[in-house]
């Protein structure tokens, strides 16, 4: 079932960190990735963490989050304590 774009948002403005983990092996992801997800958490203005191994493309070119090693859980961690550290949660806030 299909949601419209309005309930999306509904549901992100309520999350003060969006996060997708991705894994894959480099030859799926070689090119980069461009989900429609992102272009929905961008939409959002929140901050974003993404768990991949490939070449970062539009959220870290427009410093909307955060690309982060996905094999490391511990970085993982690190990260999401990172995001909850900060004060005002939004764009370009995290690098």
């Known amino acids: 079932m299909t949601r419209p774009k309005i309930q999306i948002q509904n549901f992100l403005k309520n999350c003060d960190l969006l996060i997708n983990?991705?894994?894959g092996?480099?030859?799926l992801y070689k090119f980069g990735v461009s989900q429609n997800k992102w272009i929905d958490y961008m939409i959002s203005a929140k901050?974003?963490?993404?768990?991949?191994?490939s070449y970062r493309s539009i959220i870290s070119?427009?410093?909307?989050?955060k690309?982060?090693?996905s094999y490391n859980m511990e970085l993982v961690a690190e990260s999401i304590e990172e995001f909850s550290n900060v004060n005002k949660m939004g764009l370009n806030e995290i690098k």
């Open 61 to 65: 070119e427009a410093n909307f989050g």
């Open 25 to 27: 092996n480099n030859y």
């Open 21 to 23: 983990p991705l894994k």
């Open 47 to 53: 901050p974003i963490l993404i768990s991949l191994n």
């Open 67 to 69: 690309f982060i090693d």
